[in-house]
């Protein structure tokens, strides 16, 4: 699977921002997709995750009542709706997927995941 994230940039405290993930080469639909983010000078970090199917959803407590994500197989595309956006939200984002069979929930944990995007930086100012 080639994931593409793009949506990113610079916007300022209280705004919003839609994260996209496109992705390629194989059945968009049996995979898990997640968020991570990561940054500066910090680990990265779990932010949202979508099962395959669309049914379940999961959220970092840091981004619960402000991220969404979303996503359309039909597409091959996996969204993140930020609003709210604080400065602590700044990072890089990667998009990743993990194959349909992972069941440990809340699919956070980065080793379940075997592909990951490029990311694309978010930056909220004050």
């Known amino acids: 699977v080639q994931l593409q994230a793009s949506g990113g940039g610079l916007v300022q405290a209280g705004g919003s921002l839609r994260l996209s993930c496109a992705a390629s080469g194989r059945t968009f639909s049996a995979y898990h997709m997640a968020w991570f983010r990561q940054a500066p000078g910090e680990e990265r970090e779990f932010v949202a995750a979508?099962?395959?199917?669309?049914?379940?959803?999961y959220y970092a407590d840091s981004v619960k009542g402000r991220f969404t994500i979303s996503r359309d197989n039909a597409k091959n595309t996996v969204y993140l709706q930020m609003n709210s956006l604080k400065p602590e939200d700044t990072a890089v984002y990667y998009c990743?997927?993990?194959?349909?069979?992972?069941?440990?929930?809340?699919?956070?944990?980065?080793?379940?995941?075997?592909?990951w995007g490029q990311g694309t930086l978010v930056t909220v100012s004050s």
């Open positions: 979508i099962s395959w199917s669309g049914g379940t959803t």
């Open positions: 990743a997927a993990a194959r349909g069979v992972v069941t440990t929930t809340p699919l956070n944990s980065q080793s379940d995941y075997e592909y």
